[in-house]
């Protein structure tokens, strides 16, 4: 089993950065898919983006590429979100995952998550 927490969410104007972290611990960090995902209120939990095994392959939303970038770190068992150009449609509640699949985007793909941080997006 694989304990995912996430931090640095908070508020931030539009067109501001924000870095989130996901602390790893349990099984082998490095034997999992790792991936973002978000939740706005009032739908869908959806992909954001995901990172290989090995960190060297990344897959992104459409929405965020060019914006966000995903990392890992293997060697601290970390996982790392940066958050670029903000917009207030990325207001969310955002999640760590791990999964087996390399380029995960469905939740289904997803054996474990994190309790989520709150990302506010002020215009």
């Known amino acids: 089993q694989v304990q995912l927490v996430e931090s640095g969410g908070g508020l931030v104007q539009a067109g501001g950065s924000l870095r989130l972290s996901c602390a790893a611990s349990?099984?082998?960090?490095?034997?999992?898919?790792m991936g973002w995902f978000r939740q706005a209120p009032g739908k869908e939990r959806e992909f954001v983006a995901s990172i290989s095994r090995s960190g060297g392959s990344t897959y992104y939303a459409d929405l965020v590429k060019g914006r966000f970038t995903i990392s890992r770190d293997n060697a601290k068992n970390m996982l790392y979100l940066q958050m670029n150009s903000l917009k207030p449609e990325d207001t969310a509640v955002y999640y760590c995952a791990a999964g087996i699949i390399a380029g995960m985007r469905r939740t289904q793909d997803c054996a474990y998550w994190g309790p989520g941080t709150q990302v506010t997006v002020s215009s």
């Open positions: 349990g099984r082998t960090f490095s034997g999992y898919a």
